[in-house]
């Protein structure tokens, strides 16, 4: 039996998803959490065999909790689930440890080969998601591109302002503002804000 942690902000995805595992007799859903605090707690507390995981949750990128549970149930295979397949996103994910990563538009059909795959010690990448890091692959040195955006939010962290401030200056939610800034650091292949300043400056991209 396949050990299922169900990780979403949203309870209707959750119960939509479980709906869907329940038909399969392989696949038992042990848990599901709302926010990366509550899937690393219940990753340690319940030890699943696989995580699906959103990336947009409300306390933490899903890319920052994919070691964090890792740390927690070393033994879990993380399989992100989620509507964005921007390069830094997919890259980012894959990077941290994530063995599958599939679109919110994926079948029941296509998680559930998903799930069978990363638990058998495969990965599983939606096709686009495939390109993506293909792409990556085939071109490793190409220069990395800053959405117009994303430059404006890079500059006013380089003056000094909070996630808080720059919201207001942009007049957008904070939680835009924190995805944009995590987009900067996988784009950048910083940690921090101070070193993705000072490696966009090496770049020349201020």
Known sequence: MIRVLLVD???VVREGIEAILEDDPDIEVAGDAGSA???IAAAGRIHPDVVLLDLELPDMNGVDAIP???AEAP???VIVLTAYDTEERVLGAVRAGARGYLLKGATGREIT???RAVAAGGSHLAPRVAEQVLGQVRAPGRRTSLTPR???VLRLVADGLSSKQIARRLTITERTVKFHVGSILNKLGAE???Q???EAARRGLL
Do not use: M
């Open 68 to 70: 964090r549970i890792a």
């Open 196 to 198: 993705a300043v000072a």
């Open 75 to 77: 033994d879990a295979r």
């Open 37 to 39: 605090a509550d899937a």
């Open 150 to 152: 994303e430059r404006t």
């Open 9 to 11: 902000d949203h309870p």
């Open 113 to 115: 080969a998903a799930i």
């Open 192 to 194: 921090t804000r101070a």
